[in-house]
C-alpha cells in the first residue's frame, strides 16, 4: 500500500487560508468515506483534527474544514494562526481492510 | 481519563525481537480496535497493524509475518511482538484507539532503534 500523496510544504501569512491536498486511488479515498486528518508538532504525537472525511472533533477550531472529491481530499486552515504551524498528515481507510497515511505536509507561518 | 502509554523500546541489533507494551486506561481493550503506527525519524507516520474487538488483526505488507499484535484484556495492555528487527524498523511507535473511524487518542510513543 503506497503512501498518500501530499505536498511536502505550504507556507501562508497568518490570518491567510491555505490548503493541503492529499491524492490517493480508487482503494482507499475513493472507495470510503473514511478520510483523517492530523496534526502533529515537533516532539509531539499526532492529534486527530478531521475525521470522517469533513467533521471536527470536540475542541478543534472551526479553522481547520475538510473535504474530498474522488480520490483527493483536501484540509483548508483559514485565518492561520502562529499555533498551526505543523506537520499535516492524511489517512484513508482501505479496501484492504488497512489504514494508509498521507506522506505528510510541513504548514510554514510567515 | 483516556491514557495510553508505550512502554519497551531501546536498542536492539539487527536478526534480534522486541515486544512493545500499550498501558491503556479509561476504557478497555477488549471491546476496541486498537492499532500501532510508527514514525522513522524526520519522517512521517506509517500505520502498521490493528486488532479488532473482536480478536482479527490486520498488517501492512512491510511488517507482515514479522509483527504481530495481541492484547491482555485482564491487564488491559496491548503488545507489539516483533521479530527479525531491520535497520528500517527504527522508529518511535505509537498505540492509537479507533474512534469515529478514526485513529482518536494516541500514547507518547517509544523509540525502537536497531543498530548493530
Known amino acids: 500500500q503506497s503512501a498518500l500523496t501530499q505536498p511536502a510544504s505550504v507556507s501562508g501569512s497568518p490570518g491567510q487560508s491555505i490548503t493541503i491536498s492529499c491524492t490517493g486511488t480508487?482503494?482507499?479515498?475513493?472507495?470510503?468515506?473514511?478520510v483523517s486528518w492530523f496534526q502533529q508538532h515537533p516532539g509531539t504525537a499526532p492529534k486527530i483534527i478531521i475525521f470522517?472525511?469533513?467533521n471536527r472533533p470536540s475542541g478543534v477550531p472551526s479553522r481547520f474544514s475538510a473535504s474530498k472529491s474522488g480520490t483527493t481530499a483536501s484540509l483548508t486552515i483559514s485565518g492561520l494562526q502562529a499555533e498551526d504551524e505543523a506537520n499535516y498528515f492524511c489517512?484513508?481507510?482501505?479496501?484492504?481492510?488497512?489504514?494508509?497515511f498521507g506522506s505528510g505536509t510541513m504548514v510554514t507561518v510567515l | 481519563e483516556v491514557q495510553l502509554v508505550e512502554s519497551g523500546g531501546g536498542s536492539a541489533q539487527p536478526g534480534g525481537s522486541l515486544r512493545l507494551s500499550c498501558a491503556v486506561s479509561?476504557?478497555?481493550?477488549?471491546?476496541?480496535?486498537m492499532h500501532w503506527v510508527r514514525q522513522p525519524p524526520g519522517k512521517g507516520l506509517e500505520w502498521v497493524s490493528v486488532?479488532?474487538?473482536?480478536?482479527?488483526?490486520e498488517y501492512a505488507d512491510s511488517v507482515k509475518g514479522r509483527f504481530t499484535t495481541s492484547r491482555d484484556n485482564s491487564k488491559n495492555m496491548l503488545y507489539l511482538r516483533i521479530n527479525g528487527l531491520r535497520g528500517e524498523d527504527t522508529a518511535v511507535y505509537y498505540c492509537?484507539?479507533?474512534?469515529?473511524?478514526?485513529?482518536?487518542?494516541w500514547g507518547r510513543g517509544t523509540m525502537v532503534t536497531v543498530s548493530s
Open positions: 492509537a484507539r479507533e474512534w469515529r473511524n478514526s485513529l482518536g487518542d
Open positions: 479509561g476504557f478497555n481493550v477488549s471491546n476496541t480496535y
Open positions: 486488532l479488532s474487538s473482536g480478536g482479527a488483526t
Open positions: 480508487n482503494t482507499d479515498i475513493g472507495a470510503f468515506h473514511l
Open positions: 470522517e472525511v469533513s
Open positions: 489517512s484513508s481507510y482501505t479496501l484492504s481492510r488497512t489504514h494508509v
